[in-house]
């Protein structure tokens, strides 16, 4: 150090710059990562872990500094790993509370399509065009004065899984349940093009596949549903 006239300089400095390296590191990385955008937060933190490095060997090193550098660059680094989990599990949490939500009044479709844009979930109303659907058990009141109640319970389990399941391939979204009655519609929450073919084909569908439930009730000797379907579109 006496030949070439270089001397390391008290711990107390060494420290105190590494504090310094360490808090602004770590402060910058939080405040770039306020903005929540994923791809500048990844640049930033290397960049910011670069220019630390870069600092230390070129500038403090040779001037007599002793940094606890590793320090410097790992609390940087945590920072930005903490934030991405925290932000990894909220973003989480949301789509589990959305699917749970909507998985039973969506199609699979729709339900993905609103977990990739979750701000389409919104409250307020909002005027659109979609077209309604409307279901209901012709005499039904005579069919449930013939069943007990298990009876008819599990008739209609049948007949509205096979209705929902229906619309739901259809891409349609379940409103309600009316006791044997079905509200459903298409174009909402998210757009659908050409909801109309949809609903169309939805219910053309429902109407093909009863024949197959009431082969079922036949076998167990329950009466056969007959059902009336109405479909509307129009600004709503």
């Known amino acids: 150090m006496l030949l070439e006239g270089k001397f390391l300089v008290s711990e107390n400095e060494s420290a105190k710059i590494s504090w310094i390296m360490l808090i602004g590191g770590s402060v910058i990385i939080i405040c770039v990562m306020l903005f929540g955008h994923p791809v500048l937060d990844f640049v930033a933190v290397f960049a910011i872990m670069a220019g630390l490095f870069y600092l230390d060997t070129y500038h403090f090193i040779p001037k007599g500094y002793n940094n606890r ?17 925290l932000h990894f ?9 959305i699917r749970g939500t909507f998985s039973r009044y969506l199609a699979p479709s729709i339900v993905n399509d609103l977990l990739k844009n979750p701000d389409k979930v919104r409250l307020g109303g909002e005027k659109k065009n979609i077209t309604v659907f409307f279901s209901d058990v012709r005499d039904f ?6 069943l007990t109640p298990e009876q008819l319970t599990l008739c209609l389990n049948k007949y509205m ?18 006791g044997d009655a079905m509200v459903a519609y298409w174009g909402a929450p998210v757009d659908l093009e050409n909801h109309p073919y ?39």
């Open 69 to 85: 550098l590793f320090f410097c660059l790992l609390s940087v680094l945590s920072c930005y790993s903490w934030s991405t989990f």
């Open 89 to 97: 599990y909220a973003s989480n949490k949301e789509k589990k509370k």
């Open 141 to 146: 009141t005579s069919i449930s004065e013939r």
């Open 161 to 178: 899984t096979m209705m929902t399941d229906t619309l739901f391939e259809h891409n349609g979204t379940l409103d309600k349940y009316i």
């Open 198 to 236: 949809w609903a169309v084909k939805g219910a053309l569908q429902m109407i093909d596949k009863l024949p197959a439930i009431n082969e079922e009730f036949e076998r167990e000797g329950f009466p056969l549903f007959k059902h009336g379907i109405g479909l509307n579109t129009g600004e709503c």
